[in-house]
């Protein structure tokens, strides 16, 4: 379980970040060459824990519907045709 940090003040929560950044800035630069490996990293357990007695896993709701997605050719061409501060904050469309 990740370990919980209560910060003094601004400075220390940015010392600490400083201190994370090359690990952060390495994990955001490595590349994800399948759609499957984009839907398995882009989300992990501790993302679902509030929704643990479903009957159904969320991981596996919310990754079978971003692999569809993301496998659907106008999916791929609406984010490649997107810049970031169009789309930001804006759901992507459904498919038709």
Known sequence: MARVTEFRDRNQLIQEQKRKSKGLA???RSRRNTI???V???VGSNTFRAF???PQKPS???RGWASSRLHDPETLDELLASK???TA???ITPPR
């Open 60 to 62: 596996q709701v919310f």
């Open 84 to 86: 970031v501060s169009e």
């Open 36 to 38: 499957d490996e984009i």
């Open 26 to 28: 390495a994990w955001f």
């Open 52 to 54: 643990h007695k479903m």
């Open 89 to 91: 904050g804006r759901p």
């Open 40 to 42: 398995l990293s882009s």
